[in-house]
T-cell receptor, first 114, second 118 residues
Framework: GAVVSQHPSWVICKSGTSVKIECRSL??????MFWYRQFPKQSLMLMATSNEGSKATYEQGVEKDKFLINHASLTLSTLTVTSAHPEDSSFYICSARPFFYEQYFGPGTRLTVT | AQTVTQSQPEMSVQEAETVTLSCTYDTSESDYYLFWYKQPPSRQMILVIRQEAYKQQNATENRFSVNFQKAAKSFSLKISDSQLGDAAMYFC???????????????FGKGTRLSVIA
C-alpha cells in the first residue's frame, strides 16, 4: 500500500526558534498534500493544502507567515513552524493523495515548544 | 459548505459483539465519497472503509461494513466480532467528487472513541 512518512516523529524546540517537519510519499507521487493539526482528543483540523510547484492554500485563521509550507517535489512537502511559541505545541499530520479519491496519512509529528 | 456530524463522542462494546457508529453529513452535492478512518493510540490514521455515493451497494471490508442511506445523508459503520485491537478513535469523513476538486480536502467529523471490553 501507499506509505507516507514524516520526520521527525517528535521534536522539542525552544520558544522563538523554527522547526521543520518533512512529509514524504515513499512509493507514489502526490500532486496534492495536506497538513493537519490535531489537539488532544479532538479531530483533525486542516491547516493548508499544497500542490507541487505552487503556493499552498491556507485555511482561514492559519497564519501563513508562521506556518510555511513548501511542496518542492511530487514526493516531498515541508512544514516550517517559524518563531515557535508554546501555543504551537501540537500534533501535526500530513496527508498525500496519489489518486483522485484516495488519501494516505503520515504517522504524525509531535511538536513541543518550551 | 459540507459538514460531518458524529453524535456519539464515546462508545463501548464487549469483545466479540457488534457495534454501530453513527455519522450524518450535510451536502448539496450528488456525487461524493465517504470514508471511515481509524486512529489508534499510535495516532496513525488508517482507512477503514470507503463508499462512493453513486453506488447503492453498501461497502464491506471483512468485519467492517457500512449502512449508507443517501437520502437520509447517513453513513454508519458496523463493526462485527469486535476485537481488542478495534479500540480507537473513529472518524467519519466526506469528500466531494467534483472533477475540479482534485485539491478538495477531507471534511472530518469530531470522532467517536470506541472502547472494547474484554
Amino acid at each position: 500500500g501507499a506509505v507516507v512518512s514524516q520526520h521527525p516523529s517528535w521534536v522539542i524546540c525552544k520558544s522563538g526558534t523554527s522547526v521543520k517537519i518533512e512529509c514524504r510519499s515513499l512509493d507514489f507521487q502526490a500532486t496534492t498534500m495536506f497538513w493537519y493539526r490535531q489537539f488532544p482528543k479532538q479531530s483533525l483540523m486542516l491547516m493548508a493544502t499544497s500542490n507541487e510547484g505552487s503556493k499552498a492554500t491556507y485555511e482561514q485563521g492559519v497564519e501563513k507567515d508562521k506556518f510555511l509550507i513548501n511542496h518542492a517535489s511530487l514526493t516531498l512537502s515541508t512544514l516550517t513552524v517559524t518563531s515557535a511559541h508554546p501555543e504551537d505545541s501540537s500534533f501535526y499530520i500530513c496527508s498525500a493523495r496519489p489518486f483522485f479519491y484516495e488519501q494516505y496519512f503520515g504517522p504524525g509529528t509531535r511538536l513541543t515548544v518550551t | 459548505a459540507q459538514t460531518v456530524t458524529q453524535s456519539q463522542p464515546e462508545m463501548s462494546v464487549q469483545e466479540a459483539e457488534t457495534v454501530t457508529l453513527s455519522c450524518t453529513y450535510d451536502t448539496s452535492e450528488s456525487d461524493y465519497y465517504l470514508f471511515w478512518y481509524k486512529q489508534p493510540p499510535s495516532r496513525q490514521m488508517i482507512l477503514v472503509i470507503r463508499q462512493e455515493a453513486y453506488k447503492q451497494q453498501n461497502a464491506t471490508e471483512n468485519r467492517f461494513s457500512v449502512n449508507f442511506q443517501k437520502a437520509a445523508k447517513s453513513f454508519s459503520l458496523k463493526i462485527s466480532d469486535s476485537q481488542l485491537g478495534d479500540a480507537a478513535m473513529y472518524f467519519c469523513a466526506y469528500r466531494s467528487a467534483r472533477e475540479s476538486s482534485g485539491n478538495t480536502p477531507l471534511v472530518f467529523g469530531k470522532g467517536t472513541r470506541l472502547s472494547v471490553i474484554a
